[in-house]
């Protein structure tokens, strides 16, 4: 129990939410494999350290060299293992380079969908356009002469606006 007037994150309930956004955005997905990405070529320098220490140093220059039995054979294990992680640094980066890849094709697909739609959007718009003048026009004709070539025309107009909303409406 908290005295009154302190709230401590641990023990507050008003902050629980954040606290566990918190704990869990640790263990968020991108960040640890980031950090796994980042693993076999960090190896790849350490061993590749060890490895010339161990081949150009003995215990006359370090002491502590006297501690390892058998350096030479230690050394050509780490040696397999900088090969082993150089492999694993290779599939990393072979799959990071597919992932943006695989996200810049995505976003290019998304753009031409993008300009299809609004290209379409606007011969739509083109064709209402030009059907409202037609019947516009046909009305006005129909006006000022009120003869049977006026309503065909007029006739003609109103079905291709009834057409064009048909199509709307599907």
Request: a positive charge; hydrophobic letters at 40%; glycine letters at 2%.
């Amino acid at each position: 129990m908290t005295p009154e007037g302190y709230s401590s994150p641990l023990c507050s309930t008003s902050n629980q939410p954040s606290t566990q956004r918190f704990i869990m955005g640790l263990f968020n997905r991108p960040s640890w494999i980031n950090f796994l990405g980042l693993l076999p070529s960090t190896l790849v320098t350490v061993l590749a350290i060890a490895i010339a220490f161990l081949r150009f140093y003995d215990e006359q220059d370090f002491r502590f060299l006297g501690l390892i039995a058998q350096p030479q054979l230690w050394s050509n294990r780490l040696t397999v293992a900088a090969l082993l992680a150089a492999l694993a640094n290779f599939s990393v980066e072979w799959n990071r380079r597919n992932r943006e890849t695989h996200r810049l094709a995505e976003a290019r697909e998304r753009e031409a969908r993008r300009d299809r739609q609004e290209i379409r959007r606007d011969r739509q718009e083109i064709r209402r356009d030009r059907l409202e003048v037609q019947y516009r026009a046909a009305q006005l004709r129909y006006q000022l002469e009120p003869g049977d070539a006026s309503r065909q025309e007029l006739a003609t107009v109103l079905a291709k606006l009834e057409e064009y909303r048909q199509i709307l409406d599907d």
